[in-house]
Each structure stands twice: as structure tokens, then as C-alpha cells.
């Protein structure tokens, strides 16, 4: 049986809640909705960028990026 795109689309916001509602982490949390926001619309990549109130960047979430790649791109604010 194949699932409609509406169907996965539940299933992937439903792993997502679950996954927030057993790891409060704030990694884990930006991990988790960077991989869903992904999968949800179908891209082969995604990414975040995280800035505190005074505009200095915090975190940088990559997913579906090689290892290799990511460390050639390195951190967007990196010196």
C-alpha cells in the first residue's frame, strides 16, 4: 500500500512531537525540527541559524549535508 503525501506529512509532524515531548534538550529540539522541516517538504537539505539578543550566532543545524561538505562550508560567522 502506498501512503498519500498527506499521510506521511502526519506521520512526520507525529514523530516530530513525540521526538520534542521526550527531549526537552535545546540541541535536540532544533535537531529535531530542522530533520522534519526536511522531510517535510521533500528537500535534500536543510539548515538553521541560531542568533542570541545580541545578534551573535549560537547554533548552526545542518541535515542532509555530507560531513565532508559541511566542514568545506564550515560555520557561516566563522572567521
Given at each position: 500500500?502506498?501512503?498519500?503525501?498527506?499521510?506521511?506529512?502526519?506521520?512526520?509532524l507525529a514523530?516530530?512531537?513525540?521526538?520534542?515531548?521526550?527531549?526537552?534538550?535545546?540541541a535536540s529540539?532544533?535537531?529535531?525540527?530542522?530533520?522534519?522541516?526536511?522531510?517535510?517538504?521533500?528537500?535534500?537539505?536543510?539548515?538553521?541559524?541560531?542568533?542570541?539578543?545580541?545578534?551573535?550566532?549560537?547554533?548552526?543545524?545542518?541535515?542532509?549535508?555530507?560531513?565532508?561538505?559541511?566542514?568545506?562550508?564550515?560555520?557561516?560567522?566563522?572567521?
Amino acid at each position: 500500500m502506498i501512503e498519500s503525501n498527506d499521510h506521511l506529512a502526519t506521520l512526520t509532524l507525529a514523530d516530530a512531537i513525540t521526538a520534542l515531548n521526550a527531549d526537552l534538550s535545546l540541541a535536540s529540539v532544533l535537531d529535531t525540527l530542522v530533520e522534519s522541516a526536511r522531510r517535510l517538504t521533500g528537500a535534500r537539505y536543510a539548515a538553521l541559524h541560531v542568533f542570541d539578543a545580541q545578534g551573535e550566532s549560537t547554533a548552526f543545524i545542518t541535515k542532509g549535508i555530507p560531513d565532508e561538505t559541511k566542514d568545506r562550508i564550515g560555520h557561516p560567522l566563522a572567521a
